[in-house]
């Protein structure tokens, strides 16, 4: 398993050195756990090694309660292990109504064992702080400067596409000049080039470095919460 891993380093290494832009890309401060709005009902959580598909899919693993709230919180209705990359994401899905919009939330994660079958988390449990829904100015805007910036801004940035505002994410890219060019972002579109690029088989996944969970980040942005400022 660790040699897959390190084979795969190494091809997205490699992916980097190829694709022109040599410019680097910033590595973000790994939490243990932490998780991200996927939907108005489903919330991503990533870990930072694989985990045991077996144990990372037992909902009773995991339990959300708004900040402030009383009560002990709700396990989710199902919980999918939906990174088939490195085995480190999953998804946990409420029944509609549960998750307030905009609101913050926190995430207990317990129990949780690694793919090598050991326990991943030191004191049994973990608390992850989220924020539900989706936005530009955050955490978008943080992806962005963090992964695609560096490249994708400035006078002259990558195939002629800026991604360091709002406004510009709407852009054209390479195929401005083209006779009927395509905005590189379509609210709602799963198959508009941001969310395609950025997916495990899109070039940018390997140029960014990045990780599955961050790869969700942007196609939920897009398709869940349609781009929303």
């Not at 997205?12 to 108005?40: H, I």
Request: net charge positive; glycine share 8%.
């Amino acid at each position: 398993m660790m040699n897959s891993r390190r084979l795969a380093s190494w091809t997205l290494l490699a992916a980097l050195a190829a694709c022109g832009c040599d410019r680097p890309v910033a590595s973000p401060s790994l939490k243990a756990v932490s998780a991200a709005s996927a939907s108005p009902f489903a919330v991503d959580i990533a870990f930072d090694r694989p985990q045991s598909r077996l144990e990372v899919a037992n909902k009773s693993h995991y339990l959300i309660r708004r900040v402030g709230a009383d009560g002990p919180g709700t396990v989710p209705q199902s919980v999918q292990f939906i990174d088939t990359l490195f085995g480190e994401t999953v998804r946990t899905t409420f029944q509609l109504g549960t998750l307030e919009d905009s609101t913050l939330y926190e995430v207990t994660v317990r129990g949780a064992r690694d793919a090598y079958g050991n326990a991943y988390l030191p004191g049994d449990s973990v608390v992850a702080a989220v924020r539900t829904g989706l936005n530009y100015d955050s955490p978008l805007r943080e992806a962005l400067d963090r992964r695609c910036n560096r490249c994708h801004a400035g006078a002259a940035p990558a195939a002629g596409y800026r991604t360091d505002s709002y406004a510009s994410l709407f852009g054209f890219g390479s195929d401005s000049a083209a006779a009927h060019p395509i905005h590189n972002l379509i609210p709602g579109d799963a198959q508009c080039l941001l969310v395609v690029k950025t997916g495990p088989k899109g070039k940018e996944f390997s140029r960014a470095h990045l990780t599955y969970a961050e790869s969700e980040l942007f196609r939920n942005w897009v398709v869940s919460y349609q781009a929303r400022r």
